[in-house]
């Protein structure tokens, strides 16, 4: 069964800093990884997706990779603003296409003005 | 172009009640999903369709969960009886092919 864990659980840093997330899975047999934020009360806004052939993406201020043989993935957060505030899930694809994902739990990210 | 829409937002009900939450996909988009998501938890999916069909309910608790998709566009999810562990958020995703789209989800409490 996929597992998938988030380091850390939550993250207080001062505005401006550059920040990394940490996300890993069990079975590096995966078809894509999605990256996720959740603002309070809010569903989830996707931020990048990674299919398995690629090694990163990157949309303005973030930046994934994606290490499969490690089953491991980062989230790169360049020059943070307290908007950038809320709670990153980072989800696998079960198997190909458009399979349900799994997730992890979470990281609570306060961005300190 | 608009997004997942679901409603209601929140649903208060006591237990043994009935409880159906609506989902409309963005245009265009054959693969639907309902998660369900528990405080300080990562959604967990409950059931995927391909335009009508299910093609996963293997996490759908049968007894008491159902859903369908009517004409491959909206989807409707119930629970009956509801008990107190089914408070949550349900949330339902719609995806065009790989990327996943979420609406703002269901805040559902069982009293």
């Known amino acids: ?113 | 172009e608009a997004g997942v829409v679901q409603s209601p937002r929140y649903k208060i009900i006591e237990k043994k009640q009935p409880v159906a939450f609506w989902c409309n996909p963005i245009s265009g988009h054959n693969t639907l999903y309902w998660y369900r998501q528990n405080l300080g938890q990562g959604p967990e999916l409950l059931i995927r369709y391909e335009n009508e069909e299910a093609v996963d309910d293997s996490q759908l608790p049968k007894d008491r969960f159902s859903a369908e998709r009517l004409k491959g566009v909206d989807s409707t999810l119930k629970i009956q009886p509801a008990e107190l562990g089914d408070s949550a958020v349900y949330l339902c995703a719609s995806s065009p092919l790989h990327e996943q789209f979420f609406g703002p989800g269901t805040r559902l409490t069982v009293l």
């Open chain 1, 1 to 113: 069964k996929q597992e998938v864990t988030q380091i850390p659980a939550a993250l207080s840093v001062p505005e401006g800093e550059n920040l990394v997330l940490n996300c890993s899975f069990t079975d590096s047999a995966i078809y894509n990884l999605q990256w996720f934020r959740q603002d309070p009360g809010k569903g989830l806004t996707s931020l990048l997706l990674i299919q398995s052939s690629q090694r990163e993406q990157t949309s303005g201020r973030l930046n994934a990779s994606l290490d499969k043989s490690s089953g491991r993935s980062t989230l790169y957060i360049a020059a943070s603003q307290p908007g950038d505030s809320a709670t990153y899930l980072c989800a696998v694809s079960r198997g190909g296409g458009a399979d349900g994902l799994t997730f992890g739990k979470g990281t609570h990210l306060i961005i300190q003005p």
